[in-house]
């Protein structure tokens, strides 16, 4: 089993709809999660990290689920600028203090 | 402007040649951090620092090898002994602050063998 699990998609929406990703992660002990966005052969951005209580910034929603170790990103109003690879990552919680990274889901909005 | 530095942007190797990619950092970050990603893939760990001179391996550590004498490089080397290194290198660094920060990337490196 991978360490996190995405739905590689592609996901098609048309401009203004409303998309989400989910993400799970199997290392109980994994301290702190991130979504990072990717554009096509470009390095990876962060996009926002991910609290227990759930965060907002703007058109963009994360959620964490502990229990069921389970991430969610949500895209309101979605934009053709928001076309990219969205990566879900987890810090492991282990000494190495490296990030985990998830193979991505890849949102494709049309207009 | 704070930020990390990958060179080249592209590289092509010769099968059976080593090849160096270079990562400098100046935002003076302790850990640094190489990653390979392959076509429709995630991020794979390949080595790891988290202080000057000391590195460990992570995931895919065979056929690379690194060094750390200076806080702000942590160039990689890509020897013969890795069977497939056509990928897309990416170096990181990630400030104190246990694991709730994020990591940074450079621009990456094209490795292509031909």
């Known amino acids: 089993r991978k360490e996190v699990e995405q739905d590689p998609g592609p996901f098609n929406v048309p401009e203004g709809a409303t998309v989400a990703f989910n993400c799970t992660y199997s290392n109980s002990a994994s301290q702190s999660f991130f979504w990072y966005r990717q554009d096509c052969r470009k390095e990876p951005k962060l996009l926002m990290s991910v609290y227990s209580s759930g965060n907002e910034d703007g058109r963009f929603t994360a959620q964490l689920n502990r229990a069921s170790q389970y991430i969610s990103l949500l895209i309101r109003d979605s934009k053709l600028s928001d076309s990219a690879t969205y990566l879900c990552?987890?810090?492991?919680?282990?000494?190495?203090?490296?990030?985990?990274f998830g193979s991505g889901t890849r949102l494709q909005v049309q207009p | 402007d704070g930020g990390i530095t990958q060179s080249p942007k592209y590289l092509f190797r010769k099968e059976g040649q080593n090849v160096t990619l270079s990562c400098e950092q100046n935002?003076?970050?302790?850990?640094m951090y190489w990653y390979r990603q392959d076509p429709g893939q995630g991020l794979r760990l390949i080595y790891y620092s988290q202080i000057v001179n000391d590195f460990q391996k992570g995931d895919i550590a065979e056929g690379y090898s690194v060094s750390r004498e200076k806080k702000e490089s942590f160039p990689l080397t890509v020897t013969s002994a890795q069977k497939n290194p056509t990928a897309f290198y990416l170096c990181a660094s990630r400030p104190p602050g246990g694991g709730y920060v994020e990591a940074f990337f450079g621009q990456g490196t094209r490795l292509t063998v031909v």
């Open positions: 990552v987890v810090n492991e919680g282990t000494g190495r203090r490296a990030l985990t």
């Open positions: 935002l003076n970050h302790d850990a």
